[in-house]
């Protein structure tokens, strides 16, 4: 950051508690109320900031700045309280040092969306959130570094994939000087002189070399590095959004893109899951969700639900992408085998997904902007304190009409994007034909696209059941 | 035909022990108006007449706009007012009561999978 207030507030050694500590003090009130507040989601702060507000909020930030989230995460805040008293001696293990896990995780984050209502439970909103930071403590707690925030968080991992499209990334404003730096400290950290060797300041724990960092992905913007540069070196810069995802590079912490099958598996989730949360909010999936239920003579929801998970996460991602690889090897005439083509364009498709995110979040977040005004004033009214007056129900946000040209644009822009990227990677994957490889992968994405702007004129149908009517 | 179009099992409130029941139509509810019809008995299963009853209609999807409305007297505790659903899905509907005494009273009613017209 050039800019000079914020130069020096991001160069401040407390930023990261002072954003955090709000954060933990809302997360609490959030439990407090999911638990023991009104049973009605659009009366309870746990249902009404998580579903509505934070997601809104973070794919907003992302898309403007970049992954502050993280930067604030107050789960972070409680790990490091508790590691003051619990010093974590494991290493995680190495057959879990990739992203299969916190797939797994998110995509079962979305699953349990889906299957549990969660939109519309305080209750098990509430959990979930005690789930986090009991999670982040256990993981934490037995091992080092960040291993909760590089390997299992699910938040973390939509944050490190979505901030590729971010204009800001944390990266290093003269690589001459790093040239030149004999400590390293930006991934070594600070310790004390002496025999003592306490940590005073900490280096990157995602394994994330400043010099040698490319891009958003894993990077958590806690700005430890920054701290711990003794040249000033390091700093929250602008660029191009999107442009890691058009380049290969050796990535420190990382390694290739086009060699991460589990990134790319994270990538499939992050896009596709796009729709799939999307259309679980429309007409049309509980007529298809019946039929379902009707071929497999169910009456639950879980099974027809694991279908279609199953259907849009993983067989129409298999067939789409397994059809425009073949068709860039023998259209294009690809030297790479069929699973690192597939794995090296799957990547083009991240813009698209953010683009779907962002639509249906700020659709949420715009037309329920206020919600939050009389839901905080019922809470505390509910504690007998009336500082706030009475809640003003009627309060609710943007207008939809207003929004919709807005979630059309975002949609745009997704889609602008993700052709960009994957003309770039078809340039430098096929400079005699780029045409013709980026041909099938454009394709694929105008797919996607139709799809995503169909469901946004869907009449919207929000129900726990499909069984219900 | 209040118990007969979408009825619920009638909800005392064991403090003031006056029972609401509620029964809404058309059945199935679609988007748009819709007839929320609310009776109260006390504890002697006697109508309890000159109560002020308002209706507030929620989606079960945090920050979507409410609806409000009022029901009206007609016969000695039965309540009527209707509702404008303005959307498919689940809602919710809350009926607040207040006696003629001025004690305040609260039910929620689920109203499950609203229809699209």
Known sequence: MQVPLLRHLFHWRHLRTVLQIPLLIVSVAMILDGLLGPSLAPKNLATTLSWVHFRGALVLVLLCAGNFFCLACPFMLARNMARRFFHPRLNWPQKLRNKWLSVGLFALILFCYEEFSLWSSPWWTAWLIVAYFLAVLVVDGLFKHASFCKFVCPIGQFNFVASAISPLEVKVRDLEVC????????????????????????????????????????????????????????GILSRLPASELMVDPRRSGIGRFSQRKDLAALAIVFSFGALLN?????????????????????????PVLGLLFVMFLVLEPALLLG?????????????????????????????????????????????????????????????????????????????????????VGFLVLGL??????????????????????????????????????WMMFQPMDMRGTFLAG | MLLASGCRKPAVETQSAVAIEYGISPQPVRVGSAILTVKLRDAAGKPVAGALVSLEANMSHPGMAPVFGEAREGAPGQYQGALDFAMPGDWVVLIHVTLRDGRKLERQASVPGVAAN
């Not at chain 1, 259309?279 to 879980?302: C, D, Q, R, T």
């Not at chain 1, 037309?367 to 005004?373: A, K, P």
């Not at chain 1, 706030?388 to 946000?397: A, I, M």
Request: charged share 15%.
């Open chain 1, 179 to 234: 040239d030149d730096c004999g400590t390293k400290d930006c991934i070594r950290g600070r310790r004390a002189p002496g025999p003592s060797l306490v940590v005073i300041q900490r280096g990157c724990e995602l394994a994330l070399f400043q010099p040698l960092k490319v891009g958003n992905m894993d990077c958590t913007f806690c700005l430890d590095c920054v701290h711990a540069c003794p040249h000033d070196n390091i």
């Open chain 1, 278 to 302: 999307a259309f679980g909010m429309v007409s049309p999936v509980y007529a298809l969700e019946s039929w379902l239920a009707g071929i497999l003579h169910v009456n639950s929801k879980a």
């Open chain 1, 323 to 407: 059809l425009a690889a073949w068709l860039t090897q023998i259209w294009g005439g690809s030297r790479r085998a069929l699973v690192p083509l597939a794995v090296r364009y799957t990547y083009g498709l991240v813009p698209l997904g953010f683009g779907m995110w962002l639509a249906h979040y700020s659709f949420h977040f715009l037309t329920g902007l206020y919600t939050v005004v009389p839901v905080t004033q019922s809470a505390f009214a509910r504690l007998g304190r009336t500082v706030f007056g009475s809640p003003r129900w009627t309060l609710l946000g943007i207008p939809m009409r207003a929004v919709q040209p807005l979630e």
């Open chain 1, 416 to 453: 602008a994007g993700s052709l960009l990227v994957i003309h770039q990677l078809a340039e430098s994957d096929c400079a005699e034909r780029p045409l013709r490889a980026f041909a099938p992968w454009a394709a694929v994405s105008v797919v996607l696209w139709l799809a995503a702007m």
